[in-house]
């Protein structure tokens, strides 16, 4: 094709014949909101670095969750500030724990509502590791599977729809999926978070979650910024352990690894447009250096573009409520 006889710009004149031959679309049924859930009655704790993003006790589910159905969002993807932590995150897998109290609340308001949950024990651990370490601080893999398998479990039989580990130890969704299975839950569904990088994108989340480690980082056991096949080995171990759905975090920064997965595996795939994304947006849009909205449906039609089926942003609401309007 050649000019003069090809011209795109006849399909980009205007916005209707822009519409009709749009490639991606955003829509609220991609959208799944984070939540972080805390002990305590009437708390609504807006997290600092990330404006707009709050803490909330258990009371406060129900308004927030119906705020989230009449913007049309129909899944939130929980996270637990537990009440107390300890070496093993005991919390995280406790009956009455803060996030398995949660799904119960949700549920009994809202049963249509889709709940997924973070598996993991950072939030929930005092060293804020998502495994067990050893005297010398390595994290240990295998003694940690059973916990995390525990987590999954926990959440599961408090009605969660979907279980998330995020912890990135080897081999765990093939231990959560004989765990659930064996309990005669083989129809919860594992999104793995398959590429999880060792990111400087997470520092708000862990303002929100209350999850920074206390020595060290995380670098032993998520991966390197700079690979990508490795991305696809650590796909490939999911989904032949029995992940349903895979994962990209963060995603800006790694829409590559995130087409790469998708042309590979063709397996429904979130992108995790993570708090440090999400901040640094809000940040410059409050500065009036940026148009918010419209830098937020780009970054939102990139992921679609490059392969994502899911999306988790914390500008959920805001993409909703502007796709509505």
């Excluded at 991609?30 to 009371?59: N, T, W």
């Excluded at 998520?222 to 990508?228: E, F, G, T, V």
């Excluded at 039609?301 to 392969?307: L, P, V």
Aim: aromatic share 8%; charged share 25%.
């Amino acid at each position: 094709m050649n000019y003069p006889e090809y011209r795109p710009r006849r399909l980009r004149a205007n916005a209707s014949i822009r519409a009709l031959v749009r490639e991606n679309v955003v829509t609220t049924d991609d959208l799944i909101y984070p939540l972080f859930v805390k002990p305590g009655s009437g708390v609504r704790d807006e997290v600092a670095s990330m404006p707009g993003v709050f803490q909330l006790s258990l009371d406060q589910l129900d308004a927030e969750i119906a705020e989230l159905k009449r913007l049309g969002i129909l899944a939130a993807i929980l996270f637990g500030l537990p009440a107390e932590k300890d070496t093993l995150g005991s919390e995280g897998y406790a009956d009455n724990g803060i996030v398995q109290e949660a799904i119960r609340s949700i549920k009994a308001a809202h049963p249509d509502f889709y709940v997924i949950t973070d598996v993991c024990l950072c939030e929930y651990t005092d060293h804020g590791h998502c495994g067990l370490p050893d005297a010398s601080g390595y994290v240990q893999n295998d003694p940690t599977l059973d916990l995390l398998a525990r987590v999954a479990l926990s959440h599961a039989r408090a009605g969660a729809d979907m279980v998330a580990p995020s912890d990135m130890m080897d081999g765990r969704v093939g231990v959560i999926r004989a765990a659930l299975d064996a309990a005669g839950l083989e129809n919860t569904p594992i999104m793995a978070y398959s590429a999880k990088y060792a990111s400087g994108y997470y520092g708000p989340f862990r303002d929100a979650a209350d999850s920074a480690p206390s020595f060290g980082d995380r670098a032993q056991y998520q991966m390197d910024s700079a690979n990508a096949s490795e991305a696809l080995r650590e796909t490939a171990l999911d989904i032949s352990e029995g992940a349903d759905i895979v994962m990209v975090k963060p995603a800006l920064a790694y829409l590559d690894v995130l087409r790469l997965i998708k042309d590979e595996f063709g397996y429904p795939t979130c992108a995790y447009n993570v708090s440090g994304e999400y901040a640094m947006v809000k940040a410059a849009a409050a500065k009036g250096w940026i148009d918010e909205k419209r830098v937020v449906l780009e970054t939102m039609h990139s992921f679609k573009r490059a392969g994502a089926d899911l999306i988790i942003t914390y500008h959920a609401k805001d993409v909703a409520a502007w796709l509505a309007a």
